[in-house]
């Protein structure tokens, strides 16, 4: 019996990254001998689409043939709290049916933004640096800015709907 996955880190992973470059093979091993198989399996990331592109690559590459359905989980947070001082999750799973669904995806997440330091900030790779340096100068390479500008980046709920809604592609 085959299961689903839905919320999977991959390496290089924007945050809870917790392997090590050279672990692909390994992890990639993993997932195709997991007991039960799994026949679905949802590559998770913060803001960006980056880990679910490089599994689909090794999946296009004829790694992970047991899995008929890999798609992109993408996390985000909400700007509205809870009462334990944290930020609300919400996590966006997209069909890959579309052959263009990454670019649509990055697209759509480029609808959403994040109003802080008297400016705007789109759910772009991009934005999400220039967030990161803006929230913590000392963030001087681009990884460590982009790790965390995805930890100061909060999409309000209008907005997400907002860009739900005025999209085609997401509405569908």
Not at 1 to 9: D, R, T
Not at 126 to 141: F, S
């Given at each position: 019996?085959?299961?689903?996955?839905?919320?999977?880190?991959a390496p290089g992973t924007v945050l809870e990254d917790?392997?090590?470059?050279s672990e692909w093979d390994a992890y990639l091993h993993a997932l195709e001998t997991a007991t039960p198989s799994l026949a679905a399996i949802g590559?998770?990331?913060?803001?960006?689409t980056r880990s679910y592109e490089r599994v689909k690559a090794e999946k296009e590459k004829g790694r992970l043939k047991g899995c008929n359905l890999l798609f992109p989980n993408i996390e985000l947070?909400?700007?509205?709290?809870?009462?334990?001082?944290?930020?609300?999750?919400?996590?966006?799973?997209v069909c890959p049916d579309d052959p263009n669904h990454i670019s649509e995806l990055d697209r759509f997440l480029g609808h959403l933004v994040f109003s802080a330091f008297d400016d705007k900030f789109a759910?772009?790779?991009?934005?999400?640096?220039?967030?990161?340096?803006?929230?913590?100068?000392?963030?001087?390479?681009d990884e460590a800015a982009l790790q965390y500008g995805c930890t100061q980046f909060k999409v309000s709920l209008d907005n997400l709907m907002g860009a739900h809604r005025g999209m085609t592609w997401a509405a569908d």
């Open positions: 019996m085959a299961s689903m996955e839905p919320h999977v880190h917790r392997y090590a470059p590559i998770t990331d913060y803001c960006i947070r909400l700007n509205t709290g809870t009462v334990k001082g944290h930020f609300v999750n919400i996590h966006l799973l759910c772009t790779p991009a934005d999400l640096v220039r967030l990161g340096r803006r929230a913590n100068p000392n963030k001087g390479d």
